[in-house]
Nanobody, 124 residues
């Protein structure tokens, strides 16, 4: 079992920045592919970014590419999402997830473990 806890969400103005953290506990963190997803009101949970266990590979959705940066610190069992140049359309609950399959990092069902989410609100 892997437990995931997100933090760092909040209210920010358009153009601002936030850094989300995902702290893990339980089984070895370093073996997992980690991802961020988000869910806006009335919408499906959507892929944001993913990172392999070694940080060698990262993958981003087109909507956040160039603005968001995913990273991880295996020594601290923590993953991060640095979000810059935030827009109102980035408003959502952000979830971190852990999985073992890098073949399809954008697919929700490939992730076995999920956090409870943290709210990000970007005001215009």
């Amino acid at each position: 079992q892997v437990q995931l806890v997100e933090s760092g969400g909040g209210l920010v103005q358009t153009g601002g920045s936030l850094r989300l953290s995902c702290a893990t506990s339980g089984r070895t963190f370093s073996g997992y592919v980690m991802g961020w997803f988000r869910q806006a009101p009335g919408k499906e949970r959507a892929f944001v970014a993913a990172i392999t266990w070694s940080s060698t590979n990262t993958y981003y959705s087109d909507s956040v590419k160039g603005r968001f940066t995913i990273s991880r610190d295996n020594a601290k069992n923590t993953m991060y999402l640095q979000m810059n140049s935030l827009k109102p359309e980035d408003t959502a609950v952000y979830f971190c997830a852990a999985g073992t399959n890098w073949d399809s990092p954008t697919i929700k069902s490939k992730y076995a473990y999920w956090g409870q989410g943290t709210q990000v609100t970007v005001s215009s």
